[in-house]
């Protein structure tokens, strides 16, 4: 077809970009309250992120009821998981608080609570008391470990 009243329109479809949306919050450490840098944030549709100095990620081109699992690079914590809701082209929130595993073993143990106590005590660490650490932390270490 040719001639001066012909036009035609050329497009290209994401099918998915209407059904996506994003996922973004901050990772902290469970006992501190700080940021936590370093951790890979994954989803069980293989986007991931990396949490940045103020704790920050985001994670583009969610789809809906996506799983997150996180594990750490160069950062000592438990691993977690934990489910959200995505809704298409919107913005979910998810901060996580993720627990320290001093010895790397996957488990919240007696050397975990051994390490935090003898560090508490000391003025310049970062686990002292001067710290946000309450003594609230301690004793619900202390439950668990009693519960083993």
Not at 14 to 23: E, F, K, L, Q, R
Not at 28 to 57: C, M, P, W
Not at 124 to 139: A, E, H, N, R, T
Request: proline share 2%; aromatic share 8%; hydrophobic share 35%.
């Amino acid at each position: 077809v040719a001639g001066d009243d012909t036009s035609y329109s050329l497009s290209v479809h994401d099918s998915s970009a209407a059904t996506t949306g994003m996922i973004k919050g901050f990772i902290t450490d469970k006992y501190l309250g700080t940021a936590v840098e370093g951790v890979i944030i994954t989803t069980s549709f293989n986007r991931s992120a990396i949490s940045q100095k103020i704790g920050d990620y985001r994670i583009f081109n969610c789809k809906q009821e996506t799983g997150i699992a996180i594990s750490t690079k160069h950062i000592k914590y438990l691993d977690y998981t934990t489910s959200v809701d995505v809704n298409e082209l919107s913005i979910t929130y998810k901060d996580m608080a993720i627990t320290p595993d001093i010895d790397s073993d996957q488990q919240q143990g007696l050397s975990d609570v051994l390490w935090l106590l003898k560090h508490i005590s000391q003025p310049d660490d970062q686990y002292s008391m001067k710290s946000p650490i309450k003594l609230s932390v301690l004793i619900e270490l202390l439950i668990l470990l009693s519960k083993r």
